[in-house]
Structures are given as structure tokens and as C-alpha cells.
């Protein structure tokens, strides 16, 4: 296509106008994203930015539908917009995930903050929260810099998991109340599957994170919800305006998902481990022990547990370490060492990111240690030589009976991606990073060398070293070395995984933030008791673009009897292994944490010492599970949440067909614009969607290959080929530069003759104007309201007078044209003006009757929030006129003068309080209307409208 300048301007205002209803207001976001179309996806980013009155919206998916990648859609969007004030707050454990999938999907720079890297930017004299950034925080931290938060005029703030704040509502939950003041006044997304759990005040808290407007106070809302005759369907109705959900039943069309299909791999360990094995347990049980820090004596035996059950290296080298810090245990301490359970987790990688919280909770659990308890060295003496006795017997146990059934578990495993067709890989996760380097030298001896990659939390070994070279060196002109070694070597090591390797021994570093769906066997060395942690390992392979059914194989002790009712509970309860989605959200959602689980299982370990004992344990856990996972909500969360549309399905088929038909114009109209302005600087493979720049607009921007982002183009993360070059979005640089560009290009009034004749496909409405001329004007309009809105409008007509319609001239603009030199009379010019005029006048009018919809929704709200609070006040008297009714009664019972006494005085005080609820609650209400009506006031004030125009072109046009 031979393009002018003319069609270089619209375009580059076309592709970077911000617009504010449907599918148009996602062209930028949905065009840079590195992801797969999915249309609740998008459905769900329209709902986030439906309405600029809305201080938020929950989006509540079921688990694997991608509520990251709609939040994604929403910040990519804003960002594309220049606002970008953006923090997301989630759990300690989700940061590096977070920062992972924006930057590789949305290419969005991020920056997790901690109090470390905080404190780092203030000393170099940097602000932190001004980065020009995503900022990611935890819940804790965000709490902790809740002051510095509430200074900032965030133009969205991410809650992930956001159920975890549901009481939130509560002065007793200080982390939720710290977060909910110091993002009060920003717009909110909150993230999660389990927005209704176990009661409906859990919706009311997720509100008041939201906006404190959305119902009144939390008596108003119990009374009209909670209690008995309350109105659901009214309650669905509200929650409709700031809550989405959707199933994974309804996707189906849409996305392919795999099962899961689960081995158990049985092992009889040799008499020496499980006396090894007994005597540890042995050893644990013990209530007076000095290895076994008192203020962390739960934690520390859960740890050596898994690491028992890990191998005997692991175990081993954990005993020598309680050895070593008992040798040296100076006279007059208590034995206690805050420091050894975060030593023990950092050498072993365990439950790394949950120590912050299990540190907290063993904290305040228990009472302060005093300063300094006498020691009896005799019994120091003893447990010194039992630690090295037991260690001593540990390293001679070398190859156990796990390990040996692992080589049968991968043969097993292997022969069935040989039945699917699946590629010949396996993730084997394990608790422990000694295991993980005992296990890494057994395979290579065992007809695996050179076949095993390592990944660990700091990757820093001569193998993961050279790796991370090598990759460096092949994409150092690609633009896909970030320069964070951190990020680089995950990258690194995950695509020799799938490029070179066979086996990914991974510690619990890899259960988060890295996609593997090119593999299709996960194997669980170590199981841990946390079905959280088992879902998140197994996701890694069992997520989008997954090809092939996962195998997850998992290891069975055969003389172990809790170790048997422990997979029997994850399997049977949790569901985790088999199936087309897994563990379900509503399951793992029951699990208030997922480190109190594992202390319950703990307790039977430590406890239980029959079989009979370890039943009826296990019997009394399955109960409270059962308790906990029962449908007692399922109907009123149904009905809440779910959508009852039968047409859900036809609705989402035309979202994607929209969609895909925006990106199809946005990628067309971005590579001409590109072929255009680069057309001097690069050498352009349009069949490849490729181009090579050899002559760099300035020096922030690199020379190389350039790859147009395409969803018909494979992904790295697909195993696709050849991904070794820039990717080339609206938001790179060069994108930019294009853009700039384009906008500036000097139109001065002309004649431009369209080629229709030639064009590839047919245009009707062109065609019909072959032969014929006129005159059209394009303008470009920003209406200032309650948010910023752009439009371009066209106006024109044929010289015979008759008017040309805004497709038609849009139209003409998708075929090539020539320029000639004409200027253009000032009576045509007079008649241009005088139809853009009207056009305009008409645009501004549509965009004040969309923002009029979104006013009067946001007055109701306000209305129903007033009449809450009214009915609170109301509930308050009636509360009152309850009490005395009873204490009436009550007396009127009284057997003694004295007891009579006593109810007659409660009942005058509740009188006299009565007296004053009814005087006060008429000026209850003037305050609230007062309020409500200050409210709807400055809402009306936001709708006022300011506009500017400006005249981008103005030409004659001929069709031949």
C-alpha cells in the first residue's frame, strides 16, 4: 500500500486516541499484549474501566482463568494512557510472579519494593514511589508504608487475593485497615476466586476497600442481608455494578484444557532408613530438647519432618547444623536462636516466602523468653553425641529406596508422553537444596548426563553461570536482555529446559512465576502438606497453552501410616491431582492458611504414635475439612454471582470476533505507518511481519531485527522458533518515534487521488464513488469530562453537494493514494468548517448523554447508600425498643424487690436513650442527606464539559 502523509497523520492519532466505550478502549493494551486472546478476559478489562465514577471492581473468576492477565489488560491500557501512578499490593509470595507477567506479557517496567530496596533508593536521594514503574508490594509491607501511600494519588491500585482482606472492616485487623486508609480515595481492582466463602459480611468488607458508598454501615447491611428474609435478589443487583465473575464452564469454548492424570509411586524404604527414620521421630518428640529453639519449636520440627521425609543427606546435613549450635552454645542461654529457623529455610529454600508469616505468628503465640535460664551441660552433652550419632547414620544410608524409585517413576512417566505425543520432559520438584544436588549427581549417573538443569533461588552456580552467559551473549542485540541477572537467568534456564534439557530439578523457588507449558510431567519428590503449594507446582505446567493431559507422579512410603493418609486427604479431599481444573477455588479458598494446615499435620506426626491414634487423628482433621469445604454457601453464592444469561456464550463469541477485527485494523495501520516513516532506515519482510533497522532514529533505540506483535505468530512461552529479536509494540520506543512521527507530518491542503481499482480487496462504498470527487476535512476533538475522551471525526461531501458519511471517508483512507498540488477555495472551506462544526456538536452531545448513564448510576448508588444509613439509624431505635420490651418482661418476673430494682433502672436508662434516638434520628438523616446530596453535587460539577478541537487535514479527494 503506497501511503501519504495524510494517511500517516490519521493513523497515528487513530492508534493513539484515547477512547472511552467498548473494544476501542482497548486497542493500544490488547494490541501490546504478548497473550493469546481470551474474551472474558477482555470482557472483564472493559468492566474494570466501564465507568469513570467507579472507585473500583472486584473481579472474581474461578482459578485458571487469568484474573493477572485482565488486570494486565487494565494497567497496560492505563499505561498507554500516561497514567501511571500504579501499585499492586499481594501476598509476600506473589511479588515475583507479579513483576514476571507484566513485564513479559505487557511489557510494563516493574519494580517490587521491599523495605530493604526502599531504604537503598532513599539513601542514593531517589523517591521510591515515583518511579516510573508498576510498584509491587506485599500486604505487610504496604501496611507498614501506609503513610507514604496515602501521599500519593494513585491512578489504580491492584489488590491480589484480595479475600485475605475481607475483614478488613475490623479495627482488629490492622493490615487490612491500614491498606484500606491509604488507598481509600484511588480506584481499586481487587483479585479473587473466593470473593464469598463462609459468610456474606465477607462481601461488605470487600466493599469497604472499594468505596464506603457502595452500602451503608455494617448494621444497615446485616440486617438487610444477613439476617433472615433478606433479599438476595436485590443484593446480586448491586454487587452487579461492582463485581464480576466467571466460570470455568462458560470458557470452555474458548480455551482448551487438559487433565491431570496422577500415578502413586509406592517405595519400601530398607530397614536401616526406617529406623533412621523412627529414631528422628524419636528425637522430635522430645518436649525438653535444647535443639529445638523454644520460640520456634513447631516451626523447627516441621522442617526437619520434611526434610526427613526429603532424603537422608538433607536431614543429615540439618542435624550436623543443630550439632554445631549446640557446641557452641555460650553458659547462660536458653538454647533459643531466632536466627537458626531462617538459616535452616535460606540453605534448604523451604517455604521461603512464608516466613515472614509463620515468623509473625510464632510470635505472637508465644511469651518472651527470659534473658537467661540455666543449662544442664550433662543433657547438653548427651543431645550433642545423639545429633552426631544420628547424622553418622543418616550418611550412611547413600542411595535410599526413594531415590531409586524416582529412575522407575521417569521411565513411567516418560512412557507416557511417548503414548500423547508429548515432549520428553520432566519437572521434579523438591523441599529441600541439598536433595536437589544429590538427586542432579545421581540422574547424570544414571543415564541422564548432561540432561538435568538446576533451578534454585539464586541460581548462582557454575552450571546455571554458564547457561545465563551463553543465553546473554545469543540475545544481546535481540532487546530481551533486561540487565537484571535475576530475571535473565530464570529466562535462561527455562528455555535450556525446553531447548536442551529433559529434567528441571526445581526447589519451591520454581513453584511461582515461571510458565512451562511445553512440559507435561510434573513429579513431586517431596510432597508438601500445603495443598496451596501442590496447586502452584502443578500449575506450572497445567495452565494456557498446555497441549497435552500433566502427569503428576507422587511418591508413597509404604511404612509410614500418616504419610499414607496425608496424600490420601490432598488426593480425595483437595482433589488436586486429578481432573480438568485441579483443585477447585472454593476448596483451597477454605484453607484460612496454608502454614496452619501443615502445623495440623505436624501435630499428628509429633503426637500420634498407633495406628489408631494416627485414625482417629485423621478422621477428626477430614471432619473439620469437611466443615470447612461444605456447601452450606454454595447456593446463596450461586446465586449471587453466577450468571444465569443463557446467551453468556454467544455474547463472548462476538466480544472475540470484535476484538480480533479492532487488532487486525490497529496491526495493519501500525506496520504501513511503520513501512512509511522507517522506510529509509530499515529493510521490511512483510511475510515475517519482520524488519531490519540499520539506521536508528536516535541513540535509545537499538539496530537489529524487529518483530510486529502478532497472536498469529508463536510466543516464546509456545515453543515457538526464532524469538530471538525486539518485539515490536505501540509502547517501545521506536513505536513511539513512529507515532511522533506520523502525527507530524506536514499536510497542507491538497489533492489526493485514491487507487481503488488496485486495492486487494473490494470496497463497495468506494467503489460506488469511482470517478467522482470532493472535498472532506478531518478534525480531531478531546472532550474533557469526567475522563478524557478523543475523537476523530471526518467531514465531507461530493462536489455535487451531496454529503459523504464518516465510514465511507474512513474508508477511502485503506486505499493508496498519490498527492497533487491543489489548494482548496475558501466557499469549500466555509462549508468543511461548517460540517465539522456539526459534527462536533453532535459527538459532544452523544458523550454527554454516555456520561449522563454513568451520573445517574453513580446518584443511585448514592441514593441506596443514604437510605442504608437511614435504616441503620432506624435499627439502632428498634434495637432499643427490643431491650425494653424484654427487660419489661423481665421484671414483671423479678422474684425479689432488689432484682426488680435493678431491671427498672436499666429500663429508665434504655428509656432516656430512646428518647434521644428519636430526637437525634431526624438530624441522622438531614446529615446523611446533606452529605449524599454534597456528593451528587460535585458529581454534577465533574460533568461539565470542556472541549478543543483541531483541524489535522483538510484535502480534495478523487476515487479512480
Given at each position: 500500500?503506497?501511503?501519504?502523509?495524510?494517511?500517516?497523520?490519521?493513523?497515528?492519532?487513530?492508534?493513539?486516541?484515547?477512547?472511552?466505550?467498548?473494544?476501542?478502549?482497548?486497542?493500544?493494551?490488547?494490541?501490546?499484549?504478548?497473550?493469546?486472546?481470551?474474551?472474558?478476559?477482555?470482557?472483564?478489562?472493559?468492566?474494570?474501566?466501564?465507568?469513570?465514577?467507579?472507585?473500583?471492581?472486584?473481579?472474581?473468576?474461578?482459578?485458571?482463568?487469568?484474573?493477572?492477565?485482565?488486570?494486565?489488560?487494565?494497567?497496560?491500557?492505563?499505561?498507554?494512557?500516561?497514567?501511571?501512578?500504579?501499585?499492586?499490593?499481594?501476598?509476600?509470595?506473589?511479588?515475583?510472579?507479579?513483576?514476571?507477567?507484566?513485564?513479559?506479557?505487557?511489557?510494563?517496567?516493574?519494580?517490587?519494593?521491599?523495605?530493604?530496596?526502599?531504604?537503598?533508593?532513599?539513601?542514593?536521594?531517589?523517591?521510591?514511589?515515583?518511579?516510573?514503574?508498576?510498584?509491587?508490594?506485599?500486604?505487610?509491607?504496604?501496611?507498614?508504608?501506609?503513610?507514604?501511600?496515602?501521599?500519593?494519588?494513585?491512578?489504580?491500585?491492584?489488590?491480589?487475593?484480595?479475600?485475605?482482606?475481607?475483614?478488613?472492616?475490623?479495627?482488629?485487623?490492622?493490615?487490612?485497615?491500614?491498606?484500606?486508609?491509604?488507598?481509600?480515595?484511588?480506584?481499586?481492582?481487587?483479585?479473587?476466586?473466593?470473593?464469598?466463602?463462609?459468610?456474606?459480611?465477607?462481601?461488605?468488607?470487600?466493599?469497604?476497600?472499594?468505596?464506603?458508598?457502595?452500602?451503608?454501615?455494617?448494621?444497615?447491611?446485616?440486617?438487610?442481608?444477613?439476617?433472615?428474609?433478606?433479599?438476595?435478589?436485590?443484593?446480586?443487583?448491586?454487587?452487579?455494578?461492582?463485581?464480576?465473575?466467571?466460570?470455568?464452564?462458560?470458557?470452555?469454548?474458548?480455551?482448551?484444557?487438559?487433565?491431570?492424570?496422577?500415578?502413586?509411586?509406592?517405595?519400601?524404604?530398607?530397614?536401616?532408613?526406617?529406623?533412621?527414620?523412627?529414631?528422628?521421630?524419636?528425637?522430635?518428640?522430645?518436649?525438653?530438647?535444647?535443639?529445638?529453639?523454644?520460640?520456634?519449636?513447631?516451626?523447627?520440627?516441621?522442617?526437619?519432618?520434611?526434610?526427613?521425609?526429603?532424603?537422608?543427606?538433607?536431614?543429615?546435613?540439618?542435624?550436623?547444623?543443630?550439632?554445631?549450635?549446640?557446641?557452641?552454645?555460650?553458659?547462660?542461654?536458653?538454647?533459643?536462636?531466632?536466627?537458626?529457623?531462617?538459616?535452616?529455610?535460606?540453605?534448604?529454600?523451604?517455604?521461603?516466602?512464608?516466613?515472614?508469616?509463620?515468623?509473625?505468628?510464632?510470635?505472637?503465640?508465644?511469651?518472651?523468653?527470659?534473658?537467661?535460664?540455666?543449662?544442664?551441660?550433662?543433657?547438653?552433652?548427651?543431645?550433642?553425641?545423639?545429633?552426631?550419632?544420628?547424622?553418622?547414620?543418616?550418611?550412611?544410608?547413600?542411595?535410599?529406596?526413594?531415590?531409586?524409585?524416582?529412575?522407575?517413576?521417569?521411565?513411567?512417566?516418560?512412557?507416557?508422553?511417548?503414548?500423547?505425543?508429548?515432549?520428553?520432559?520432566?519437572?521434579?520438584?523438591?523441599?529441600?537444596?541439598?536433595?536437589?544436588?544429590?538427586?542432579?549427581?545421581?540422574?547424570?549417573?544414571?543415564?541422564?548426563?548432561?540432561?538435568?538443569?538446576?533451578?534454585?533461588?539464586?541460581?548462582?552456580?557454575?552450571?546455571?553461570?554458564?547457561?545465563?552467559?551463553?543465553?546473554?551473549?545469543?540475545?544481546?542485540?535481540?532487546?530481551?536482555?533486561?540487565?537484571?541477572?535475576?530475571?535473565?537467568?530464570?529466562?535462561?534456564?527455562?528455555?535450556?529446559?525446553?531447548?536442551?534439557?529433559?529434567?528441571?530439578?526445581?526447589?519451591?523457588?520454581?513453584?511461582?512465576?515461571?510458565?512451562?507449558?511445553?512440559?507435561?510431567?510434573?513429579?513431586?519428590?517431596?510432597?508438601?502438606?500445603?495443598?496451596?503449594?501442590?496447586?502452584?507446582?502443578?500449575?506450572?505446567?497445567?495452565?494456557?497453552?498446555?497441549?497435552?493431559?500433566?502427569?503428576?507422579?507422587?511418591?508413597?512410603?509404604?511404612?509410614?501410616?500418616?504419610?499414607?493418609?496425608?496424600?490420601?486427604?490432598?488426593?480425595?479431599?483437595?482433589?488436586?491431582?486429578?481432573?480438568?481444573?485441579?483443585?477447585?477455588?472454593?476448596?483451597?479458598?477454605?484453607?484460612?492458611?496454608?502454614?496452619?494446615?501443615?502445623?495440623?499435620?505436624?501435630?499428628?506426626?509429633?503426637?500420634?504414635?498407633?495406628?489408631?491414634?494416627?485414625?482417629?487423628?485423621?478422621?477428626?482433621?477430614?471432619?473439620?475439612?469437611?466443615?470447612?469445604?461444605?456447601?452450606?454457601?454454595?447456593?446463596?453464592?450461586?446465586?449471587?454471582?453466577?450468571?444465569?444469561?443463557?446467551?453468556?456464550?454467544?455474547?463472548?463469541?462476538?466480544?472475540?470476533?470484535?476484538?480480533?477485527?479492532?487488532?487486525?485494523?490497529?496491526?495493519?495501520?501500525?506496520?504501513?505507518?511503520?513501512?512509511?516513516?522507517?522506510?529509509?532506515?530499515a529493510r521490511f519482510d512483510d511475510a515475517a511481519l519482520a524488519f531490519d533497522l540499520n539506521r536508528p532514529p536516535h541513540g535509545g533505540i537499538g539496530a537489529g531485527r524487529y518483530h510486529l506483535i502478532s497472536k498469529l505468530q508463536p510466543h516464546a512461552d509456545d515453543g515457538g522458533e526464532d524469538v530471538s529479536r525486539f518485539l515490536y509494540r505501540l509502547s517501545h520506543p521506536l513505536g513511539q518515534y513512529v507515532m511522533d512521527d506520523g502525527k507530524a507530518q506536514h499536510t497542507p491542503p491538497s489533492c489526493l487521488v485514491f487507487d481503488s481499482t488496485n486495492h486487494p480487496t473490494r470496497l463497495h462504498t468506494v467503489e460506488a464513488l469511482r470517478g467522482r470527487s470532493g472535498f472532506l476535512t478531518l478534525?480531531?476533538?478531546?472532550?474533557?469530562?469526567?475522563?478524557?475522551?478523543?475523537?476523530?471525526?471526518?467531514?465531507?461531501?461530493?462536489?455535487?453537494?451531496?454529503?459523504?458519511?464518516?465510514?465511507?471517508?474512513?474508508?477511502?483512507?485503506?486505499?493508496?493514494?498519490?498527492?497533487?498540488?491543489?489548494?482548496?477555495?475558501?466557499?469549500?472551506?466555509?462549508?468543511?468548517?461548517?460540517?465539522?462544526?456539526?459534527?462536533?456538536?453532535?459527538?459532544?452531545?452523544?458523550?454527554?448523554?454516555?456520561?449522563?448513564?454513568?451520573?445517574?448510576?453513580?446518584?443511585?448508588?448514592?441514593?441506596?447508600?443514604?437510605?442504608?444509613?437511614?435504616?441503620?439509624?432506624?435499627?439502632?431505635?428498634?434495637?432499643?425498643?427490643?431491650?425494653?420490651?424484654?427487660?419489661?418482661?423481665?421484671?414483671?418476673?423479678?422474684?425479689?424487690?432488689?432484682?426488680?430494682?435493678?431491671?427498672?433502672?436499666?429500663?429508665?436508662?434504655?428509656?432516656?436513650?430512646?428518647?434521644?434516638?428519636?430526637?437525634?434520628?431526624?438530624?441522622?438523616?438531614?446529615?446523611?442527606?446533606?452529605?449524599?446530596?454534597?456528593?451528587?453535587?460535585?458529581?454534577?460539577?465533574?460533568?461539565?464539559?470542556?472541549?478543543?478541537?483541531?483541524?489535522?487535514?483538510?484535502?480534495?479527494?478523487?476515487?479512480?
Amino acid at each position: 500500500m503506497s501511503l501519504t502523509p495524510y494517511h500517516a497523520k490519521y493513523f497515528a492519532h487513530d492508534l493513539t486516541r484515547k477512547a472511552v466505550v467498548g473494544i476501542d478502549r482497548l486497542s493500544m493494551s490488547l494490541f501490546d499484549a504478548a497473550v493469546d486472546l481470551n474474551p472474558h478476559q477482555i470482557e472483564a478489562a472493559l468492566f474494570a474501566l466501564e465507568s469513570p465514577l467507579s472507585k473500583g471492581v472486584i473481579l472474581a473468576d474461578e482459578v485458571g482463568l487469568g484474573k493477572t492477565i485482565e488486570a494486565g489488560i487494565v494497567l497496560c491500557q492505563l499505561w498507554a494512557e500516561r497514567r501511571r501512578r500504579v501499585l499492586v499490593i499481594c501476598p509476600a509470595s506473589l511479588r515475583k510472579q507479579w513483576a514476571l507477567e507484566l513485564e513479559e506479557k505487557f511489557n510494563l517496567p516493574t519494580r517490587v519494593l521491599d523495605s530493604k530496596s526502599f531504604r537503598d533508593e532513599e539513601r542514593k536521594g531517589k523517591a521510591p514511589l515515583a518511579e516510573q514503574a508498576v510498584l509491587i508490594v506485599s500486604f505487610n509491607y504496604a501496611n507498614a508504608i501506609r503513610h507514604e501511600l496515602k501521599s500519593i494519588a494513585w491512578d489504580i491500585v491492584v489488590v491480589d487475593e484480595a479475600h485475605k482482606l475481607r475483614n478488613a472492616y475490623r479495627p482488629s485487623n490492622k493490615v487490612g485497615q491500614g491498606i484500606r486508609w491509604a488507598t481509600e480515595d484511588c480506584r481499586k481492582l481487587l483479585l479473587t476466586a473466593t470473593p464469598l466463602q463462609n459468610s456474606l459480611m465477607e462481601l461488605y468488607g470487600l466493599s469497604t476497600l472499594i468505596d464506603e458508598h457502595l452500602f451503608g454501615d455494617i448494621n444497615a447491611f446485616r440486617s438487610q442481608y444477613v439476617n433472615a428474609g433478606s433479599s438476595i435478589t436485590d443484593l446480586r443487583q448491586r454487587l452487579s455494578e461492582f463485581c464480576k465473575r466467571t466460570l470455568r464452564n462458560q470458557v470452555t469454548e474458548f480455551i482448551r484444557y487438559t487433565e491431570r492424570r496422577t500415578i502413586t509411586r509406592p517405595f519400601s524404604p530398607s530397614d536401616d532408613e526406617h529406623a533412621l527414620y523412627e529414631a528422628v521421630s524419636a528425637f522430635l518428640q522430645r518436649s525438653d530438647s535444647y535443639a529445638l529453639p523454644q520460640r520456634q519449636r513447631h516451626l523447627t520440627a516441621l522442617i526437619l519432618r520434611k526434610l526427613l521425609a526429603s532424603s537422608s543427606l538433607a536431614i543429615a546435613g540439618t542435624l550436623d547444623t543443630l550439632r554445631l549450635r549446640l557446641v557452641t552454645l555460650p553458659d547462660g542461654q536458653s538454647g533459643d536462636a531466632p536466627q537458626l529457623v531462617e538459616a535452616i529455610i535460606e540453605s534448604e529454600e523451604m517455604e521461603d516466602d512464608l516466613l515472614d508469616e509463620i515468623l509473625a505468628e510464632e510470635e505472637e503465640s508465644q511469651t518472651p523468653e527470659v534473658a537467661s535460664v540455666s543449662i544442664d551441660r550433662q543433657k547438653l552433652r548427651e543431645e550433642i553425641e545423639i545429633l552426631r550419632h544420628l547424622g553418622v547414620r543418616a550418611r550412611k544410608i547413600g542411595v535410599d529406596s526413594k531415590t531409586r524409585t524416582l529412575l522407575q517413576a521417569l521411565n513411567i512417566g516418560f512412557e507416557q508422553m511417548a503414548k500423547t505425543g508429548a515432549a520428553r520432559k520432566a519437572l521434579i520438584f523438591t523441599e529441600s537444596r541439598r536433595t536437589q544436588e544429590y538427586l542432579k549427581t545421581f540422574l547424570e549417573a544414571n543415564g541422564y548426563q548432561g540432561q538435568v538443569v538446576s533451578f534454585n533461588g539464586t541460581n548462582s552456580g557454575p552450571e546455571a553461570t554458564a547457561i545465563y552467559e551463553h543465553w546473554v551473549d545469543k540475545n544481546r542485540d535481540t532487546g530481551r536482555v533486561s540487565g537484571s541477572r535475576g530475571v535473565d537467568v530464570r529466562t535462561a534456564l527455562i528455555e535450556h529446559f525446553r531447548d536442551e534439557a529433559t529434567i528441571l530439578l526445581a526447589t519451591e523457588a520454581a513453584a511461582e512465576g515461571i510458565n512451562l507449558q511445553f512440559c507435561s510431567l510434573v513429579i513431586n519428590y517431596d510432597l508438601p502438606w500445603n495443598p496451596q503449594r501442590i496447586e502452584q507446582r502443578i500449575g506450572r505446567c497445567h495452565r494456557y497453552g498446555q497441549k497435552h493431559d500433566v502427569v503428576v507422579i507422587n511418591f508413597l512410603n509404604e511404612r509410614n501410616d500418616v504419610d499414607r493418609r496425608v496424600l490420601e486427604l490432598l488426593s480425595e479431599k483437595f482433589n488436586l491431582f486429578n481432573g480438568v481444573f485441579g483443585a477447585s477455588d472454593e476448596v483451597l479458598g477454605a484453607i484460612e492458611s496454608g502454614v496452619d494446615f501443615e502445623k495440623r499435620i505436624l501435630a499428628i506426626y509429633q503426637e500420634c504414635r498407633t495406628p489408631e491414634q494416627i485414625e482417629a487423628a485423621f478422621r477428626k482433621l477430614q471432619d473439620e475439612m469437611d466443615e470447612q469445604i461444605r456447601t452450606r454457601m454454595d447456593d446463596t453464592r450461586r446465586k449471587l454471582f453466577e450468571s444465569f444469561d443463557e446467551d453468556v456464550h454467544h455474547r463472548l463469541r462476538i466480544q472475540l470476533a470484535d476484538a480480533k477485527a479492532q487488532l487486525d485494523r490497529v496491526g495493519r495501520r501500525f506496520w504501513v505507518l511503520t513501512q512509511f516513516i522507517l522506510a529509509e532506515r530499515a529493510r521490511f519482510d512483510d511475510a515475517a511481519l519482520a524488519f531490519d533497522l540499520n539506521r536508528p532514529p536516535h541513540g535509545g533505540i537499538g539496530a537489529g531485527r524487529y518483530h510486529l506483535i502478532s497472536k498469529l505468530q508463536p510466543h516464546a512461552d509456545d515453543g515457538g522458533e526464532d524469538v530471538s529479536r525486539f518485539l515490536y509494540r505501540l509502547s517501545h520506543p521506536l513505536g513511539q518515534y513512529v507515532m511522533d512521527d506520523g502525527k507530524a507530518q506536514h499536510t497542507p491542503p491538497s489533492c489526493l487521488v485514491f487507487d481503488s481499482t488496485n486495492h486487494p480487496t473490494r470496497l463497495h462504498t468506494v467503489e460506488a464513488l469511482r470517478g467522482r470527487s470532493g472535498f472532506l476535512t478531518l478534525v480531531r476533538l478531546q472532550i474533557d469530562s469526567y475522563e478524557r475522551e478523543e475523537h476523530l471525526l471526518f467531514s465531507g461531501f461530493e462536489d455535487d453537494g451531496a454529503s459523504l458519511d464518516h465510514e465511507t471517508m474512513e474508508k477511502l483512507f485503506g486505499c493508496a493514494a498519490r498527492v497533487e498540488d491543489k489548494g482548496i477555495s475558501p466557499t469549500v472551506q466555509q462549508r468543511l468548517e461548517a460540517e465539522a462544526d456539526r459534527h462536533a456538536k453532535a459527538t459532544v452531545s452523544r458523550s454527554l448523554e454516555q456520561n449522563s448513564v454513568h451520573f445517574n448510576k453513580a446518584r443511585e448508588k448514592l441514593e441506596k447508600w443514604a437510605d442504608d444509613m437511614v435504616l441503620s439509624a432506624e435499627k439502632a431505635l428498634l434495637d432499643t425498643k427490643e431491650q425494653i420490651k424484654a427487660l419489661r418482661r423481665q421484671s414483671r418476673q423479678a422474684v425479689t424487690l432488689e432484682e426488680q430494682h435493678t431491671v427498672l433502672e436499666k429500663i429508665q436508662k434504655l428509656e432516656r436513650q430512646q428518647r434521644r434516638q428519636r430526637q437525634e434520628i431526624f438530624a441522622v438523616e438531614d446529615e446523611i442527606m446533606v452529605k449524599r446530596d454534597a456528593l451528587i453535587e460535585s458529581l454534577e460539577k465533574r460533568l461539565a464539559q470542556q472541549t478543543h478541537s483541531e483541524t489535522l487535514f483538510t484535502i480534495r479527494w478523487t476515487v479512480q
